[in-house]
């Protein structure tokens, strides 16, 4: 099962901004990933955060709290190719890649 | 970045049969993952294949239900066995880079249909 939190849907407008959510089970915590799908399509990666603070990639950006054990992702200037499902995923240990996925976030970006 | 050939791409199939899906990776890696994602859910992992060794099913999966071959470091398949409509799902095969575990990159995916 699950060991992640995220919010199911969010809704926003071309330009906004919009912070994605992810709460964790501190047991067995490495590190957390985020992963955009679009319907019909595969998983891609687009960041990841082992140690607390923001890492930034270009319009989106990740931040991690594991004091918290809390993370976000971060949308920033919305386009309407980023509606989309996003995905946090957690990694155990630096040597287990296995990951453990959220149950994802649908972005629906509005004209 | 790893290119990752996933195929069929999708199959309508009866019930009882079974269904044999193959993951082609350009490069050789240590580790291939097999995801099942329900219409609509997340990504729940079924078995980590390894090269020259059984693979390794998480809980809730079986080995009668899901054989997993891995013969070689850039080759593995995945067979979904007696289905049932339950089985109706998109199935992924995903590798990791042999480095500090950061990216995971996925396969386009199978979606099928059990009638």
């Known amino acids: 099962g699950q060991s992640l939190e995220q919010p199911s849907e969010v809704t926003a407008v071309e330009g906004a901004i919009v912070q994605i959510n992810c709460t964790y089970q501190t047991s067995g915590f490495y590190g957390l990933s985020w992963y955009q799908q679009h319907d019909g399509g595969a998983p891609t990666f687009l960041s990841y955060n082992a140690l607390d603070g923001l890492e930034e990639t270009g319009r989106f950006s990740s931040f991690l709290s594991r004091s918290d054990s809390y993370g976000y992702l971060l949308l920033q200037e919305l386009q309407m190719k980023d509606s989309a499902s996003y995905f946090c995923?957690?990694?155990?240990?630096?040597?287990?890649?296995?990951?453990?996925f959220g149950a994802g976030t649908t972005v629906t970006v509005r004209a | 970045s790893a290119v990752i050939s996933q195929k069929p791409s999708r199959d309508i199939c009866q019930r009882g049969t079974s269904l044999t899906i193959q993951c082609q990776v350009d490069?050789?890696?240590?580790?291939m993952f097999w995801y099942r994602q329900q219409p609509g859910q997340s990504l729940t992992l079924i078995a980590t294949a390894n090269q020259g060794s059984e693979a390794t099913y998480e809980s809730g999966f079986v080995i009668d239900k899901f054989p997993i071959s891995r013969p070689n470091l850039t080759f593995s398949t995945l067979t979904v066995s007696n289905l049932s409509p339950e089985d109706s799902s998109i199935y992924l095969c995903?590798?990791?880079?042999?480095?500090?575990?950061?990216?995971?990159?996925f396969g386009q995916g199978t979606r099928l249909t059990v009638v």
């Open positions: 995923a957690r990694s155990p240990s630096p040597n287990d890649y296995k990951l453990s």
């Open positions: 995903s590798v990791e880079r042999d480095r500090p575990n950061t990216e995971a990159f």
């Open positions: 490069s050789q890696v240590t580790m």
